[in-house]
């Protein structure tokens, strides 16, 4: 409840009495009184307390005061559905979505290595149609682990010149990646 301290007696004689504002209020703004008399009720109710605890408030109609009070009740409930429709919700993979369905995590197809190593021959099979046989011999050592210095040195050249080479191979590789 939004409120612990109970009405007075005679707080709530006036609110009895005049609790056909709520209904009104509701009308009013087309709401179904099933889904929102609980919404806008606390309302209400905090106007009446509000209407007898201060005294400013004596010079405005009650009406307008528990109008206001359960308008501001409804205004909050609209923001705090918003809001739920944005949470996210979290999802355990050791869990299924359902009561009956296996964890999330046995249904994740894990990395196959044969298609990994199927989809790098293909794409090498690729670029060695685009590339000189030079390049493609340099991609080999590379991929080998031979570092720029021993290519040079087995391709009778400068480091210089396999890096341009390389360059020209990511470039080609690239697109290739890209189409």
């Known amino acids: 409840m939004k409120c612990d301290i109970p009405l007075t007696p005679e707080q709530s004689r006036f609110a009895a009495n005049h609790h056909d504002i709520v209904y009104k209020f509701l009308q009013k703004r087309r709401l179904p009184e099933d889904e929102f008399y609980d919404v806008v009720i606390f309302g209400y109710l905090r106007a009446v307390r509000r209407f007898f605890n201060e005294e400013r408030l004596q010079y405005y109609e009650?009406?307008?005061?528990?109008?206001?009070?359960?308008?501001?009740d409804f205004l909050n409930y609209l923001k705090k559905q918003r809001r739920r429709k944005y949470a996210v919700e979290i999802v355990s993979l050791h869990a299924g979505l359902f009561e009956d369905d296996p964890p999330l995590e046995e249904t994740i197809i894990a990395p196959d290595d044969l298609i990994h190593q199927m989809g790098t021959e293909l794409l090498l099979h690729d670029l060695a149609r685009q590339v000189s046989k030079e390049q493609m011999d340099i991609v080999h050592m590379r991929s080998n682990g031979y570092n720029l210095q021993d290519i040079a040195s087995h391709q009778n050249t400068s480091t210089k010149h396999i890096r341009k080479l390389l360059k020209d191979v990511q470039n080609v590789l690239m697109e290739l990646c890209n189409e």
């Open 62 to 72: 009650f009406t307008t005061i528990a109008w206001s009070c359960m308008e501001a």
